[in-house]
Structure formats: structure tokens, C-alpha cells
């Protein structure tokens, strides 16, 4: 019996805890948590104590499979790598590089992304490369880089313990980032003032000393009357925005007349408004902390900038527990954005449409390269329907689950001529696939993982990949070889990250060992700042000074009417991640999906005739599903809320897919719907069973 | 009486059990203050275990059969624990597969943990006898007393040719064991908390306010050494035969007491707080046990991301206690 302790860092969510996998003879018996971790000392949340389910051999695609008119049959990875080099060859032969593109996994390492773009550029010449920020966080990347110059989380989870103020933003932690939120919880306990603004009623909101239940969508319209009153009373830091911001007049201007119609539009009366702004601006180290209640609308991207005018007139940017930051939903978002799995942008945000940053790539990697800009992942999917793009490699990701408006993306992915997927289970997505590879997990490869905070901490093999799965750059330079390329032919992961870290200034002074040494390294990390920096811009912006971006309100692109009375937000349960296809493995974490998944208010239930737990439907302009009701206080009547988990009843076939226009983020935080109650007893159908029924679409 | 005797190294003890036991010592160092993170319990009542494979006709047995180990240098939080486990676990044989296998070797504990409590809760810092077999004690001027309390100690020992001690050390190791105890910090609030919960005077509105903080993480009832509840699940193999597992389980998962009909007698989060809690420091248990369930080993204090572990939660009970309880 060989008993092994491998230490690594948790698959789940951006907080990057560290965990200890316990092996015997190959096979992972238990998981514990790191004491000494940098973020979190010793805890974990429930998906990371049951990682150890996630990994399980069982379900796991353990060969390469290709799709026959029958199904899927087994191949070896030869005949599936011939397959795929034929097909891309062809695509690429007939329509040229921009009909074919890679969609990667904010899920896998750095080193994976960073293989996955640069083979889209230096080796399948395009562009077309994109992960799925789109739908979690692009609009922080496209708001701040304006404002700031770059758009990562300012601070530290450490700050969280240094401040005087804590402001959660349309952000859920305790679920989303369940040990950054028990940091807060404990803060908070320990004297901090926590103000939470959330439509919904959220752990958080529950202990805050303010909660400002605003109404879906009115975040600029709250912000912007924020910034007003503290400019009307002279609260702003004058001194700081003097040295280190340009913009004011025109911010001052824009705002002026904020007030008007606020207390309508947020739903907060102007006196908690007061309350806030001289709460937040007081503050001698005031912290904002966001996620998706601020960057899954339309508005996305003027919502970033909004914050970032907050805190930039209040000067609460560039101090230890200050700053504004982006919680990030998975594990290794900042590091795929990082890498340059972007249509716009190369390693470290270099732009592909700056001639300098293309040259030096170019060089780099002594090839030509694309100089057309690519394709997002929902540009490809629109493209697919089209039929100008036809061959898409794809892994880590289920966005038939996950995207919005499911039923178009599945019509889209099944108008390619070549879907390659490569995961660890068969997710619906792979279900479609003509090609499918058994990718390895994160305990059977290595590489780094950047959490929210920046920080790039070392992922390490505990278990050799089951049957003849394989790291994802490793299949990646497969195909690169099969097309007759030597571009990503790494000795190992290690030679991946030097030669990413030469060319990603943020990451140039980073290596294996020093990463080691110190327990994950912050970037900036580079000559100047070797041993990383915990908190950005504290003498200036990349961009020199900040820019304050007047913005207005935009309202909600579908709002509730006659035929739709209720608005559809969408939420995530802390015990569940993604698609699910890792925890559901875990019995316990499978067992806690509640026995209904439609949050709804008792005012509404009772209208409706809805009673706790009672089956419902569910209706919106693009679909149908069936789940029961959970009648909860936690929503404000008017508003219904669901997980996205679930492939019984995924959100998504309701959600609308209007598209912020910067950065065309679906608004997936509001949609009109309209709920009915079933015979009671009836056992809701799934989407399949809907499917199956009603062919489809609808009901 | 136990008798004592005189050891000069570690290495000796480990090479003379080693050659009838496996040696597992879950410290990284025997005579370190703070308890492993991870409690003991798992080399007896197994995180996931399987419980019986059945083929379609037959069922076959899945007992375990460990060949012989020593848990060497248990801290006697744990042992106290390992005791209360053995009640529970009296007639389950898969536990009992791996218990009548092991020897345990304790560590008497002379400086306080930073979370720990046992002396407050009637579970350490010394080992007590009926909870090992065999007992290390560092003495301060060089070398171990080795104390033997059970005939299996005795029988693990034997052929070591050690000096034996008399009663002189043995006092002196009750001196260190009670200066220990001493410099444990303030434990009020622990009494005071326990008072309240054994009494049930913590009303319901309290339990809710802490229930909110409860993320259902899981980390205290895995961390727990007197934890043991478990879930059971079957599994498909690959040649269609049925395994049936057992897999730790949390009280703290809103589904843990859900029933099938949906109806859950603990949906509420402070209600599930609330029940841990009760098993640990209520008194219907401590008649079941002879002891409360809770051994001070500060863990769940340690691992709560809800910041509701043993100290935290006491503290904030505390002022339900009787007042002439202080
Ligand atoms: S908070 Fe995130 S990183 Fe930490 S254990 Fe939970 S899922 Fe893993
Ligand atoms: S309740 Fe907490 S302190 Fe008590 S035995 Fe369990 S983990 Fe240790
Ligand atoms: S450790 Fe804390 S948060 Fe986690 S289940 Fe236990 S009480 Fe709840």
C-alpha cells in the first residue's frame, strides 16, 4: 500500500483554496484542507471537501470516441486525431481560418489556455478563440481596463480583515465563493460594517447593517445617485482625484440629476441612499466587492464603469482593504482571461490589433499571424448558424447548459461540420460532439491555476489520467502535430509556463519553484515587483490617470408585462458549480439539490395559488420547464429567481439572450416569465422528457 | 496500577512494534501541541467503505482485514473520542474489522493547543487509562515514560528489557499534566455555553441568527472525531453487479433528514445547528455515553468557514446560562 499526500488547489471556484489529496495505490481516498494556505487557512466549502467525488472513475470517459449514425463508438486516439486533422484541413481548405476556432476552459490550467490560443493563432491562423467569461465576467474586463487599465480584482482576500467598510455588490460570496464569504462573515462579525446591495434577500443581506434590496437592473440609476450625493455634500476625496483621475466634470454633470425618479427605478428611498454614500465615502478604507448581479445585464459594462466611478471619487482605490473587486466565478477565469483566450487579445492583454504586440508575438512564435479579430463564443455560435463557421474544438465547458438560450446553441453546435469536445464525463454538450476526448482532471495533471486575487498557485498530479485520458495542452499539441506543427511540442508543463511567463509581462519574474516558495505569486509580478504585488494601482494606473466615464441608466431589455408578469433572475447554490458534472458526482452534494429550484415570494405563491414545493411551469418567450416551487421570503415579491445548475430544469431555456454591446454579455440577471401551477402531485418533467414529448422547443 | 517504565528513544518503541505492527503515526511529530487536522476516526469507521457486493444471486462480504497496525501517538482528545466510538460502533463489524487490529500508542499533551479545550470537557490534556494501550509521556529531563494499561500494552512490549519507574515519576507526570491544565486559557464561556444547551435554555430565535452563518460546508462533522454518522448509497459495476457504499454524512446538509415525501423535520438551518450542538453538550447523550459528545479538540473551531465552531457559537450562548451556574 503506497499512501500519498499530493497539495494542490481546489477545481472550483476562483478563491483557489489550497487542498490536500490523500492517495492510496493510485486511487484518491480523501480530501483535507491545507492549514497553512495563504486564502483559506484550513477551511473548505462543501465542493471542495467533496472533491474527492468529482474525480471518481466512474462515468469518465476513458477513450477517444467517434460519433457513428448509431452513436459513439470507440477509437483509438490515432484514428481520432486523422479525423479531426482531416476535418480541420478541409474546413480550413474551403471557408479559410475564420470558419474554424476554439472555445477553452476557465476550468484548466493556464498552461492549457495558453496551448489553446496559441494554436488557434500561430497554428490554425485565427483568432476565433474565446472561454466562457463572456458569460460570467467580460464586462469587468471591457469596464475596468477603461477605467483603470486593467481589470482584475484591485486587493487581496486578505484586505478583507484590514477594512473599515465592506460594500457586496450584486454578488452572493457565501455561495458563489463560499470562503471569501465566511472571511466576510467573519470580518463583519468582528466589527466590520458590511453593506449588501442585492434584489435578493442573500446570507449576507441577512447580517449586514444595511441592505438596499434594489430593483433588478437599477444599479446605474443607485450608483450614479450615490456619486451625486456625495459630490452635493462635498464627500468625494478632492485630493485624490486632483492627482489621480481625470473626468470629473463631466461625471458631475451626468449625474446631476440622479435623483430623479431613483426611488421608483431602485426601489431605495433617497434616505438610505444618503446613508450609504456617506457610509461608503467616510470610510477611512472602504472595500467593494461585485459579481454578476452587476455584470450579467445589458448594461454590464456601464454597471463596471458606475463602480469604478464610486469608488474612484471617494478615492478608495490604490490603499490595502479598499479597491474595487470582481469575484470571479471559476477557478481559473483570471488565468484563461490571462492567457489571451480572448478574440482580442494575446498573453497578458497585449492587443492583437496593436502591430507591435502582433510582431512581437509573431516573432515569438516564428510564424505569421491572424490579423483579423475573432469571433466571441456567441459570434461563433451565430456564425454556425450562418454556416460560415464550421469546425469548433471545445473543452471544459457545457454551454448547452450554461449558455443562454440553450435551444439556439443546440441548433447551432449541430449545424458544424466538426465539434470536437474534449471532458472528463459525458456532459450534454459532449453528447454532441462527432469527435470526443477523454480529457484528465485536475488531480491528474499539472500546471497553475490564477485565483480572483491574482494569485498563481501550483496545481500538482496525485493520479495518472484513467485509461488514456490526457492533459488538455497535451491533446491540444496533438492536433497541432497532426496538422503538421511543432508549435506546442512542450517537454512538460513547466516549459509551457516559461515560455507563456517571457511573454506575458504580468507574469515575467513567475516560475515553478518561486511560485512554490511563497505559496502562489500575485501579479504584477515581474523586475520590479519579483515577489508580487498584493494590491494594484497605489501609485498609478497603467493608463496613467484614472478616467471617470459618465454612464446612464439603461433599463432592462424585457421587462414584466400582462402576458409575462414576473421577473426571472438567476442564482447559484453554494454546493453545486458550473454545469455540475463534478459535484453531482458526490452523493451529498447531489442529495442537497432542493426538491424545487424555482424561488419564489409567498405574495406571489399565494396569488398564484402556488403552495411550498408544489409543481410548477414555467414560461418565457424563447421556452418551457417544469420544477416545483420554493416559497421563500428571500425574493421580493415580483421576482422569481432560479440555479442554473441543473440539467432537469436549466434556467436557461428561459433566459434572454440580449446582448450587452460592448461585450455582448447575454443579459442572463433578468427576463420576464410567467408561472403557472401543475396538477398538484404531478411530478414535473425534465427538459428531456419536454423534449421528447413536444419535440422540442416548444411546449 | 499501570507500571511505568523508562524509554530513551521513540526509534526503539517504533522498531520493536514494527515488527508485529504497521506503523501509522498521524503526527508529524510525536510531542507537538496541536492535535493532526485531521482526527483519527477514518482508520476505523472508513470515509467511504464498501458494505456488501451483491451479483444478481448472492451477497459477498466486503469486511476489511487490515493486518495488524499501531496508531502511535494519539493525542487524548482523540482517544477519548476513539472510546466514545467504540460505544457507538459496538456492534458494527466493519468498524470493529479494523479496531481489534490496532494498538494505540497515546501522547500525554503538557502544553495547551491554541482551540483546544479537553480539560474543560473532561477529555485530556493526560491520557487516561482505559483509553490506550500504551501511554508516552516526554519527561522534561531527556527520554519517555512509557506507561503500559492493558494487557495487549503489555503483551505489544514484551521482550524490550526496559527499567521500570516508580511512583515519584508517576507524580510528577500528574504535576506536568495539572500545569498544563492551569495554563489552558479562560473556559467560561464553555461552561456557561454548555449550561445553557444541556438545559435548553438557548431559545430557537438564536439558534436561526447562527443557523445563518451555517454554509453547510461539512468541514465540522468530517473534522469531528466524534462524529459518525454515514449515508449509504448503491452502485452499479461494470459487470452488473450491485456494491453498496457507506460514505460520511453531514447533519449540517439541509437534506440530510429530508424524507422521500419531501417533508424535512429540519429544514431550517438554526434547527440543524441547533441539533449538532445538542448531541455534542446535551445531556439525553451524555446518559447514553457517559460522557458528552464533544472532546475538546478545537477543530470545528478551527475549520468553520461560518465562523460557528465550538468557541464562537459558546461564546454567543453564553449569557443564556443559569446565572448561579458560573
Ligand atoms: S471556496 Fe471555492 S476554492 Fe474554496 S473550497 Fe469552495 S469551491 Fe473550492
Ligand atoms: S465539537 Fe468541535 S471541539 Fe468538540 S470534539 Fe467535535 S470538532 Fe472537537
Ligand atoms: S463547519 Fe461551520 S459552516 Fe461548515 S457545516 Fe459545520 S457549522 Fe456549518
Known amino acids: 500500500m503506497v499512501s500519498q499526500t499530493t497539495t494542490t488547489i481546489c477545481p472550483f471556484c476562483g478563491v483557489g483554496c489550497g487542498l490536500n489529496l490523500h492517495t492510496e495505490d493510485d486511487r484518491l481516498i480523501s480530501v483535507t484542507p491545507q492549514l497553512d494556505h495563504p486564502v483559506s487557512r484550513g477551511q473548505l466549502c462543501s465542493k471542495g471537501w467533496s472533491s474527492a467525488y468529482g474525480v471518481d472513475l466512474r462515468g469518465r470517459i476513458l477513450h477517444p470516441l467517434i460519433r457513428t449514425p448509431r452513436g459513439f463508438r470507440q477509437a483509438s486516439w490515432d484514428e481520432a486525431l486523422t479525423t479531426i486533422g482531416e476535418a480541420l484541413q478541409q474546413v480550413l481548405n474551403e471557408d479559410g481560418p475564420m470558419a474554424v476556432g476554439i472555445i477553452s476552459s476557465a476550468r484548466a490550467t493556464n498552461e492549457d489556455n495558453y496551448a489553446a490560443q496559441k494554436l488557434a493563432r500561430a497554428v490554425l491562423k485565427t483568432n476565433n478563440i474565446d472561454h466562457c467569461a463572456r458569460i460570467c465576467h467580460s464586462p469587468t474586463v471591457a469596464g475596468l481596463k477603461q477605467t483603470l487599465g486593467s481589470g482584475a480584482m484591485t486587493n487581496s482576500a486578505a484586505d478583507i480583515f484590514e477594512t473599515d467598510l465592506i460594500v457586496v455588490f450584486g454578488a452572493d460570496p457565501t455561495e458563489n465563493h463560499a470562503i471569501l464569504g465566511g472571511h466576510i462573515m467573519r470580518a463583519h462579525l468582528a466589527g466590520t460594517k458590511l453593506i449588501v446591495v442585492d434584489p435578493r434577500r442573500t446570507r449576507l443581506a441577512k447580517l449586514a447593517d444595511m441592505h438596499l434590496q434594489l430593483k433588478p437592473g437599477s444599479n446605474i440609476a443607485l450608483i450614479n445617485a450615490l456619486i451625486k450625493t456625495i459630490l452635493d455634500n462635498h464627500w468625494q476625496d478632492s485630493e485624490y482625484i486632483e492627482a489621480r483621475c481625470e473626468g470629473l466634470v463631466p461625471l458631475a454633470a451626468a449625474v446631476a440629476n440622479a435623483y430623479d425618479g431613483v426611488e421608483r427605478t431602485t426601489g431605495i428611498d433617497l434616505e438610505t441612499i444618503r446613508e450609504m454614500a456617506r457610509a461608503y465615502s467616510k470610510a477611512s478604507r472602504a472595500m467593494i466587492f461585485y459579481g454578476m448581479g452587476i455584470t450579467q445585464y445589458v448594461s454590464g459594462t456601464n454597471n463596471v464603469i458606475a463602480l469604478s466611478n464610486l469608488a474612484l471619487v471617494c478615492g478608495q482605490i490604490g490603499r490595502p482593504g479598499t479597491g474595487i473587486n470582481p469575484l470571479r466565478g471559476q477557478n481559473n477565469v483570471q488565468g484563461a482571461c490571462d492567457m489571451g483566450c480572448l478574440p482580442n487579445v494575446y498573453p497578458g492583454y497585449q492587443a492583437v490589433a496593436d502591430l507591435a504586440a502582433r510582431d512581437k508575438f509573431s516573432h515569438a512564435w516564428k510564424t505569421a499571424l491572424p490579423e483579423q479579430p475573432g469571433l466571441t463564443s456567441l459570434g461563433m455560435s451565430k456564425a454556425a448558424l450562418d454556416g460560415s463557421f464550421r469546425a469548433l474544438i471545445l473543452f471544459g465547458e457545457d454551454p448547452v447548459i450554461t449558455d443562454p438560450d440553450q435551444n439556439q446553441e443546440r441548433l447551432a453546435l449541430s449545424k458544424l461540420d466538426l465539434l470536437v469536445v474534449a471532458e472528463l464525463t459525458m456532459t450534454d454538450t459532449a453528447r454532441m460532439a462527432d469527435v470526443v476526448l477523454p480529457a484528465a482532471s485536475f488531480a491528474e495533471k499539472s500546471g497553475t491555476f490564477t485565483n480572483c486575487e491574482r494569485r498563481v498557485q501550483h496545481v500538482r498530479q496525485a493520479l495518472p489520467p484513467p485509461g488514456e485520458a490526457r492533459g488538455d495542452w497535451q491533446w491540444l499539441a496533438a492536433i497541432a502535430r497532426q496538422l503538421g506543427s511543432d508549435q506546442l511540442d512542450w517537454s512538460d508543463s513547466e516549459a509551457v509556463f516559461r515560455e507563456m511567463a517571457a511573454l506575458t509581462p504580468s507574469y515575467s519574474a513567475m516560475s515553478y519553484p518561486h511560485i512554490d516558495e511563497h505559496c502562489g505569486l500575485q501579479w504584477p509580478c515581474s523586475a520590479e515587483t519579483p515577489d508580487g504585488t498584493a494590491v494594484l494601482h497605489s501609485n498609478s494606473f497603467p493608463i496613467g490617470r484614472a478616467r471617470l466615464i459618465p454612464v446612464h441608466p439603461t433599463e432592462i431589455d424585457e421587462s414584466a408585462d400582462a402576458e409575462y408578469p414576473l421577473l426571472l433572475t438567476t442564482n447559484r447554490l453554494h454546493f453545486h458549480y458550473g454545469c455540475g458534472s463534478m459535484t453531482r458526482k458526490s452523493p451529498l452534494l447531489e442529495r442537497e439539490i432542493p426538491p424545487g429550484l424555482l424561488f419564489i415570494n409567498p405574495a406571489d405563491a399565494r396569488d398564484l395559488g402556488i403552495l411550498h414545493r408544489a409543481p410548477v411551469g414555467v414560461r418565457s418567450r424563447r421556452g418551457y420547464l417544469e420544477t416545483c416551487a420554493m416559497v421563500s421570503e428571500d425574493l421580493p415579491p415580483g421576482l422569481v429567481s432560479m440555479p442554473y445548475h441543473f440539467r432537469e430544469a436549466p434556467s436557461n431555456q428561459l433566459t434572454n439572450n440580449a446582448q450587452d454591446p460592448v461585450t455582448k454579455m447575454p443579459e442572463l440577471k433578468a427576463c420576464a416569465v410567467a408561472v403557472e401551477p401543475l396538477p398538484p402531485g404531478r411530478v414535473p418533467r425534465s427538459m428531456d422528457q419536454l423534449n421528447a414529448e413536444q419535440g422540442g422547443i416548444e411546449r | ?326
Open chain 2, 1 to 326: 496500577m499501570m507500571s511505568c517504565y523508562l524509554l530513551d528513544t521513540l526509534e526503539r518503541l517504533h522498531s520493536h512494534l514494527a515488527r508485529v505492527y504497521q506503523i501509522v503515526q498521524p503526527l508529524e511529530d510525536v510531542g507537538q501541541s496541536a492535535p493532526p487536522l485531521v482526527s483519527p476516526k477514518g482508520y476505523f469507521f472508513a470515509e467511504q467503505e464498501n458494505l456488501f457486493v451483491f451479483d444478481g444471486e448472492c451477497f459477498r462480504e466486503t469486511l476489511p482485514q487490515p493486518p495488524p497496525f499501531v496508531l502511535f501517538g494519539v493525542q487524548s482528545c482523540d482517544l477519548t473520542a476513539i472510546a466514545y466510538q467504540d460505544q457507538f460502533f459496538a456492534r458494527d463489524p466493519y468498524y470493529q474489522a479494523r479496531r481489534q487490529q490496532a494498538l494505540l500508542v497515546g501522547i500525554d499533551c503538557v502544553t495547551p493547543c491554541e482551540h483546544g479545550f479537553c480539560a474543560s470537557v473532561d477529555a485530556g490534556p493526560g491520557v487516561k487509562a482505559g483509553c490506550a494501550d500504551l501511554i508516552l509521556h516526554a519527561r522534561p529531563e531527556g527520554g519517555w515514560m512509557l506507561m503500559v494499561c492493558s494487557d495487549k500494552g503489555g503483551e505489544a512490549i514484551r521482550g524490550m528489557e526496559l527499567d521500570q519507574m516508580d511512583d515519584t515519576e508517576l507524580r510528577a507526570r500528574d504535576r506536568r499534566i495539572d500545569d498544563c491544565i492551569a495554563a489552558f486559557p479562560d473556559d467560561s464561556h464553555l461552561h456557561r455555553g454548555i449550561a445553557a444547551i444541556s438545559q435548553g435554555r438557548v431559545p430557537d430565535q438564536q439558534w436561526q441568527q447562527l443557523g445563518i452563518q451555517c454554509l453547510g460546508c461539512s468541514g465540522c462533522t468530517t473534522l469531528c472525531p466524534t462524529c459518525s454518522c454515514y449515508g449509504t448509497r448503491d452502485l452499479s459495476e461494470d459487470q452488473g453487479d450491485i456494491r453498496r457504499q457507506r460514505f460520511w454524512d453531514s447533519c449540517l446538509y439541509e437534506s440530510f433528514q429530508r424524507e422521500a415525501s419531501q417533508h424535512n423535520p429540519s429544514e431550517e438551518a438554526g434547527e440543524r445547528v441547533r441539533r449538532f450542538w445538542t448531541h455534542k453538550f446535551g445531556d439525553n447523550f451524555a446518559k447514553t455515553f457517559g460522557r458528552y459528545g464533544c472532546v475538546g479538540c478545537g477543530r470545528c473551531e478551527q475549520t468553520c468557514p461560518g465562523v460557528i465552531g465550538v468557541h464562537s457559537v459558546m461564546r454567543r450562548i453564553a449569557d443564556y446560562a443559569p446565572d448561579d451556574d458560573v
